[in-house]
Each structure stands twice: as C-alpha cells, then as structure tokens.
C-alpha cells in the first residue's frame, strides 16, 4: 500500500455499524452495558449512540437496510466483527457478565485470566455478535 501525501485528506472512523433483528432487545442489551442509547429508539428504523470519546454505534433494522440494498441477507455464522467494552477492574468483568447472564443474554466465554495479562470475557449480543468485556488484570 502507497502512503497518503500529508495533503490528501484521511477517513476517520466515526461509527460502527450494525444491522439487528429486533431493535428493541438489541437496544435492552447495549443499554445493559451503559450505552447511552435514546429512551424513544426501541421502535425506530434507525438508532444511534455516541460513546465517550466521540465514536458512535448505529443500529439499524433489517428491514431499513434492504431499503437501500435489496439483495441483501443476513449473514450466517459469526466472529467477523465484534465490540469490545473496557472494563474498570477484573471484578467488574466477572461481574458484567454474570448480570447480563442472569438477565438472559448467552453467554461464550466464561471470564478467564487470559495469557495476554487482561481478565476477559464473551457474551453474544441478541444477533450473535461477540461483545467483549476486559479489563487488565494487573
């Protein structure tokens, strides 16, 4: 790849996008993490949230998303994106994932004391994406 002249303006990751099945249990469970997502969003098309930092999460239906493009399905399997959350110490990731466990989200990896040094763990958010939970464990 060719580096960009320091003239030519560079893209900036402003958002992540995803597109869900239900926006209002989608909306249940980010909330469950403490994103600022809007009280009056659980029924709309379209939903966003700016995180600390200024990145934002879009959320869109199904069904908002094959008005612009038709032809598309919703993918099969998964671990091709996922969103990970920091988390203030090792004991707020066990916790974490236990409430969101009890609250009915699935659980996939159990917190552990990964070799990279962080206390990490996995839940699926209601359309199977992989949300992350770490902290370091120092």
């Known amino acids: 790849m060719t580096p960009t002249p320091a003239s030519t303006p560079v893209p900036r990751l402003d958002a992540i996008g995803l597109v869900v099945s239900d926006m209002a249990a989608s909306l249940a469970f980010?909330?469950?993490?403490?994103?600022p997502v809007p009280a009056d969003a659980d029924t709309a098309p379209h939903a966003e949230a700016t995180l600390p930092g200024g990145a934002r999460i879009l959320w869109d239906t199904e069904e908002t998303v094959r008005s612009y493009d038709p032809g598309w399905t919703r993918p099969q399997g998964g671990g091709r994106i996922g969103l990970a959350f920091l988390c203030a110490s090792p004991a707020e990731v066990d916790a974490a994932y236990e409430s969101l466990v009890a609250a009915g989200y699935r659980g996939h990896l159990k917190?552990?004391?990964a070799v990279w040094g962080q206390r990490y763990a996995v839940v699926l958010?209601?359309?199977?994406?992989e949300v992350s939970l770490f902290a370091s464990a120092a």
């Open 30 to 35: 980010y909330r469950a993490l403490g994103v």
């Open 125 to 129: 958010d209601p359309d199977g994406c």
């Open 111 to 113: 917190p552990w004391d």
